[in-house]
């Protein structure tokens, strides 16, 4: 599967994006999915993901009630809801999918098979 992410940008902080990951080449029926974002000199880390069914979420401390991570089944796209931006949560964003048996969120990198190329987004303060 082949992932497409988009809706980065710069923006000021307080505001929102709305980020998008396109899925090509099957189903992401089968797949956990995920955000996870990597700023300048930090390591890659996750930020939300969902369950194959969607009916699961989990979110890292720093943007609970801020982000919302959604799934179309229709569409086979993921989509990030950020709000309440913060000049912390400057870096680049990336989509991720993983094939998974149970309806459950994977947490770590290594559990995903598919990236997305990034999108970046830049909160100013």
């Known amino acids: 599967v082949q992932l497409q992410a988009s809706g980065g940008g710069l923006v000021q902080a307080g505001g929102s994006l709305r980020l998008s990951c396109a899925a090509s080449g099957r189903s992401l029926r089968t797949d956990a999915v995920a955000w996870f974002r990597q700023a300048p000199g930090k390591e890659r880390e996750f930020v939300a993901g969902a369950s194959k069914s969607g009916t699961n979420t989990y979110y890292a401390d720093s943007v609970k009630d801020r982000f919302i991570i959604s799934r179309d089944g229709a569409k086979n796209t993921v989509s990030l809801q950020v709000n309440g931006l913060k000049p912390e949560d400057t870096a680049v964003y990336y989509c991720?999918?993983?094939?998974?048996?149970?309806?459950?969120?994977?947490?770590?990198?290594?559990?995903?098979?598919?990236w997305g190329q990034g999108t970046l987004v830049t909160v100013s303060s």
């Open positions: 991720a999918a993983g094939p998974t048996i149970f309806d459950t969120v994977l947490l770590g990198v290594g559990e995903y098979d598919h």
